[in-house]
């Protein structure tokens, strides 16, 4: 008996409402002409679900609510898309605001490049930044806006756009966005990472690649999944290659190895990677082609020749400072010299991390950047060694503050993506991108027409380079060597701004001193 209806929850006296009405329903069914059948066939459903969810003892929520709880779980899941489109302003959003996506929709579309009314960001906010102008600016080329990459040890070297598409694998996006990619990257001259996942037929439409090797050797192992020297040598002598990449870490899951599950694994992708169809393939965390500076070295050195003497590098996310440390004094006792260094920073993407490894491993883009091109410099390889950035380079000003910092080249993934078409739906780890970019289903990727994505990704790039010059004519940097960190700043707090001079400084001293001190 139950002697306080209190202490039974509301779904429990609906239930029993329900089950009153619907005996009376059946009874008034047999004892009468009008017919009260349609009252069982709306509430029956609800009858039985409220039964099944009381007895289940899985879920607290839909146990107590069993028709209403469900409305929670429907506003939980579309709550990343009222906060976008309803409450969200246009410098709020993560990890690009929609000031930054609109920016890259408009130069994609070919549409207005400009705002109005004044800024909308806060000068007086910490973290604020600008750079510094000149009175008499200068005029710059932007055909002059390319970095040739490949020292005296390189026989191919490559003439490289400033800003490149970033590491994205066919797997991980769709062959139509992987075609427009490679499509955008012919028509408008610059470079396209194919990612760890291989060299598909995708990325082979006229554009040039930077292939990327990772840990799983994807496109270049051996049945045991080591790194195999022929099936190397036939991809990179191909004269759509025109650098080769080894991956050590990435920026947003550094030390942490890549999986590819059996679902996304077809015959195709199997045939590309050279593994197993059907089956999840696990990418370690560490290489088994070598294990510490010295042997990486020789790796670069047997991928040069095996390539025909093209470009030769690796990416990697900073983590210990003594490791970079430990490469350059290698590489001035083995006298190999890498052609380049691709540093991705921290807040670099991925389409499926560890949250822990998203939030809080790695060093930060900017932070890592002033320390390789200093250590660089100490051990007289600036120069010799060009540097790449990776994380978060959407705008003309982001490329500068790279440059300044001390890279010579960027790469840009997820600005790429935004030119396609992406809307930061963060489904990339579903396999249900609204847009059709990172999804194998066809019923998806079909909505993506190549035909007008690829100019989409070449215009972006046109524009942003169109940005990047008009920046240096207004600061008076005639050419890329002459942008300079100490005219640029940021402000710490209400009363002090200190410029990157001061911020990232050179600190030759010091770092003298460590380096005596690990010797």
Same mark, same amino acid.
């Given at each position: ?62 146990? $107590? ?48 490049? /400009? ?18 102008? /000149? ?5 710059? $080329? ?42 955008? *990257? ?145 590489? $001035?006792?083995?006298? !190999? ?61 982001? !490329? ?12 840009? *993934? ?40 690829? !100019? ?36 710490? $707090? ?26």
């Amino acid at each position: 008996m139950i002697r306080n209806p209190k202490q039974v929850p509301a779904s429990g006296i609906i239930m029993l409402l329900l089950v009153l009405v619907n005996a009376i329903v059946l009874t008034l069914g047999y004892t009468s002409s009008v017919n009260h059948y349609w009252w069982l066939i709306l509430t029956a459903p609800f009858l039985i679900i409220g039964i099944y969810h009381r007895l289940q003892k899985k879920h607290s929520i839909l146990r $107590n609510y069993p028709v209403i709880g469900y409305l929670r779980y429907l506003l939980e899941n579309i709550r990343p898309e009222i906060r976008q489109y309803f409450f969200e302003s246009d410098s709020d959003g993560k990890p690009f605001s929609r000031r930054q996506r609109s920016i890259v929709y408009q130069r994609a579309k070919d549409e207005k490049k /400009t705002v109005a009314f004044g800024m909308q960001a806060d000068p007086a906010h910490p973290g604020y930044e600008w750079v510094a102008h /000149t009175n008499f600016p200068v005029k710059v $080329n932007r055909n002059d806006l390319r970095v040739i990459i490949g020292n005296e040890q390189c026989s191919q070297p490559y003439q490289s756009s400033i800003l490149n598409i970033g590491a994205m694998s066919y797997g991980a996006l769709s062959k139509t966005a992987i075609q427009s990619l490679n499509e955008g *990257a012919r028509i408008g001259g610059f470079a396209h990472n194919t990612g760890e996942g291989g060299i598909s037929p995708w990325h082979l439409k006229g554009g040039d690649l930077i292939w990327q090797i990772g840990t799983g050797y994807f496109g270049c192992r051996n049945a045991d999944g080591n790194f195999d020297p022929e099936s190397f040598a036939l991809n990179a002598t191909r004269p759509e290659v025109k650098m080769i990449e080894v991956k050590l870490s990435q920026g947003a899951k550094p030390g942490y190895g890549g999986m590819l599950p059996a679902a996304k694994n077809t015959e195709e992708i199997a045939a590309i990677r050279l593994v197993p169809p059907h089956k999840t393939i696990i990418s370690p965390p560490m290489h088994s082609a070598f294990h510490d500076a010295r042997s990486l070295l020789q790796f670069l050195s047997q991928l040069r020749k095996l390539s025909g003497g093209k470009p030769v590098g690796f990416k990697i996310c900073l983590g210990d400072k003594n490791e970079l440390e430990d490469i350059c004094r290698q590489i $001035n006792k083995t006298e !190999i010299i890498p052609d380049f260094i691709v540093i991705d920073g921290a807040e670099g993407g991925t389409g499926a991390a560890p949250l822990e490894f998203t939030d809080h491993v790695g060093m930060p883009l900017h932070e890592a950047l002033a320390l390789t091109s200093r250590t660089l410099t100490f051990y007289g390889l600036q120069g010799k060694i060009k540097i790449i950035a990776a994380g978060k380079i959407i705008s003309g000003y982001d !490329i500068l503050k790279a440059l300044a910092l001390g890279a010579d080249a960027c790469y840009s *993934a997820r600005g790429m993506m935004f030119s396609l078409g992406c809307i930061q739906a963060l489904q990339c780890d579903s396999g249900k991108c609204p847009v059709g970019i990172a999804t194998q289903e066809r019923s998806l990727y079909g909505a993506i027409d190549v035909t007008d994505k690829k !100019i989409r990704v070449a215009n972006f790039h046109r524009h942003t380079i169109n940005a990047v010059t008009h920046l240096m004519e207004a600061c008076g940097f005639s050419t890329l060597d002459e942008i300079d960190k100490s005219r640029f700043y940021r402000r710490l $707090n209400l009363v002090e701004t200190k410029s990157f001079d001061e911020i990232y400084p050179d600190n030759r001293n010091e770092l003298a001193q460590q380096i005596s001190v690990l010797n």
